[in-house]
């Protein structure tokens, strides 16, 4: 079994079931449109019921939310929006009470532009004593300052636009790889580094389990920070081959572990965002021998349906290719490392839609499918909040109805260069990172029971019949279903332990592979089709008339050799080998 952070401590985390909290869209119980800890102390039975092990808390710092919580401007303290330190006290004590842990979202790539460290960075001139907290950088030479193409270098801005954002008072730019007003911290500072460590042993000592770090792996920087490649039709350079995964981070990744987790083995749970990472990078990262992370999230599955022009450029989903992608993750870290696996978080849209059909016909069906799919693989499973009921992508009438930096700022963009904003809001309604962030649908009343005034977004109208409290009535309810995947986790070490070897590698329909795990002889096998046809599969020898241990659908024929299974239908079947 690997190793959590020492030579003794077995890795929980492994038949563990993350469960992400979006705190501004979980529950409000305040009446201020905007949800908060109280709220999520509520709501926590129905975690409970669920069974999941871990919660994971995006951010609740202060915040100006430029960036919905993502821009911190004190990372020791809560956010009055949100409560107080006194709220988060009581529900971490409420959360381990119920035998769950609790992990802190951490973004130390970069800060607000209203932390105190930049604005004395920024302040304090080009010899204050925080000027090399963040990357400053003069104009490139012969450019006047202040005018386009004065820029340090061509990066491009996640978040569109250039990547640097000119300061007047010193005539100088700094970096910021997402909004203006996040400031990119500068790594390389040795008391940057100590005061991170810092904030997150003051954490720690509160209580907390561990820390989900976001884009982690962009925290070393190329310090030449020379030009990026300027892609087809794009207006600036793409600089992340110059911070991916840069020449420090596993230096950085190895001192944090030291400096911070080191002191707590065998409690912790650690798992850093990573786009970009590749397999052979992400098993540097989680080899338990190395000590620097327990797990990643990978990007590569994400981005299967995007086109040439990237998210908001989609295109249909190829069944092949997300074989192909998520078995070599399979593969990649099997003997080193260990997988995080996901469909949604609060970026991503909602599987269901993106994956699956949503239509009222087929949205059980092919949510349940998509959940089956997911937690039989070798990993740590993370359920994001709504998943569980096959919460699905909202219906944007308007780019008034977005709240998103990310889609404001495309759409702003694509309309400056003259696209058509029929197919720009398309886009944005099937890509847009809001589609994760509308508010949980509780129960049938107005505003989906999160809140009795205006929500900080709406609630999709389909609450009146997809909520949790109709779910939780239902046994062939999709939370039902992630209940009985949870519980299947937790008693059958297969799921867990068992090696993976993909079936039916070219089959465009049907999903299909085996876990096995030869210390009990028991071997897994799983089936789903991911199409609203019916879907004919060859099974391998022996399966014919096995056990089912799990199905989404209710009459199940016996398995044959050749087998033809139901539109979207999952099942996991078990037999002894030994």
Not at 460 to 477: G, I, L
Not at 487 to 492: N, Q, S
Not at 549 to 566: F, K
Request: one cysteine or more; charged letters at 25%.
């Amino acid at each position: 079994m690997p190793l959590n952070d020492n030579a003794t401590a077995p890795a929980w985390w492994r038949s563990a079931v993350v469960y992400q909290i979006y705190p501004r869209s979980f529950a409000d119980s305040d009446a201020d449109g905007i949800g908060d800890l109280q709220g999520i102390i509520e709501r926590l039975d129905h975690l409970s019921q669920l069974g999941v092990d871990v919660l994971w808390l995006s951010p609740v710092y202060p915040s100006p939310h430029d960036d919905n919580g993502y821009d911190i401007s004190d990372y020791q303290d809560i956010d009055p929006l949100f409560g107080t330190l006194d709220d988060f006290d009581r529900l971490l004590a409420a959360v381990h009470e119920r035998g769950m842990k609790l992990i802190m979202d951490l973004v130390v790539n970069h800060t607000s532009d209203e932390h105190p460290w930049f604005v004395e960075s920024r302040d304090g001139g080009p010899e204050g004593p925080r000027r090399d907290w963040y990357i400053w950088r003069p104009a490139r030479d012969g450019v006047e300052p202040g005018t386009p193409g004065a820029e340090p270098n061509n990066w491009g801005s996640w978040f569109s636009g250039p990547a640097w954002e000119y300061d007047e008072d010193s005539g100088e730019y700094y970096l910021h790889v997402f909004s203006r007003k996040q400031p990119d911290l500068n790594w390389e500072n040795p008391q940057v580094r100590q005061a991170v460590y810092a904030l997150m042993r003051w954490w720690l000592a509160r209580g907390i389990d561990g820390f989900r770090m976001d884009v982690i792996n962009l925290i070393s920087k190329d310090p030449a920070l020379p030009d990026g490649l300027v892609p087809e039709g794009a207006r600036y350079g793409d600089g992340s081959p110059h911070f991916t995964c840069g020449p420090r981070v596993h230096e950085y990744m190895a001192e944090m572990h030291r400096e911070v987790f080191a002191g707590h083995p065998g409690r912790l749970l650690t798992v850093g965002e990573m786009p970009g990472v590749t397999v052979d990078e992400a098993r540097l990262f989680t080899d338990p021998a190395r000590r620097e992370l327990d797990m990643v999230f990978q990007f590569e599955h994400v981005g299967l349906d995007h086109g040439p022009g990237g998210k908001f450029d989609p295109r249909p989903l190829r069944l092949t290719e997300l074989k192909a992608g998520l078995g070599r993750w399979q593969t990649g870290l099997a003997d080193t490392g260990w997988n995080s696996l996901y469909w949604n978080n609060h970026d991503q849209p909602r599987v269901v839609s993106r994956f699956g059909d949503d239509s009222p016909a087929h949205r059980v069906r092919s949510a349940t499918m998509l959940a089956t799919v997911l937690h039989l693989h070798r990993g740590t499973p993370y359920v994001y909040q709504g998943e569980e009921l096959g919460m699905a992508n909202a219906p944007f009438a308007s780019i008034e109805d977005f709240r998103d930096i990310e889609s404001l700022n495309h759409h702003r963009e694509r309309l400056a260069a003259g696209a058509d904003e029929t197919e720009v809001l398309a886009a944005l309604r099937a890509a847009g990172r809001d589609n994760a962030r509308t508010p949980m649908q509780w129960d049938a009343t107005e505003h989906g029971g999160f809140t009795t005034v205006t929500p900080w977004i709406a609630v999709n109208p389909d609450h009146h019949t997809v909520n949790a409290k109709a779910q939780r009535a239902d046994p062939d309810s999709v939370f039902h279903h992630y209940r009985r995947l949870i519980a299947l986790r937790h008693t059958e070490s297969a799921v867990v332990n068992g090696d993976f070897r993909l079936l039916h590698a070219d089959d465009e329909q049907v999903y299909a592979f085996t876990r096995h795990e030869p210390e009990t002889g028991t071997e897994l096998l799983v089936l789903a089709n991911f199409t609203g046809d019916h879907a004919p599969v060859d099974l391998p020898e022996g399966w014919a008339g096995t056990e089912a241990l799990i199905t989404n659908v209710s009459t199940t024929a016996p398995l044959t050799e050749r087998h033809t299974l139901q539109p979207w239908e999952a099942r996991v079947h078990r037999r002894r080998t030994a």
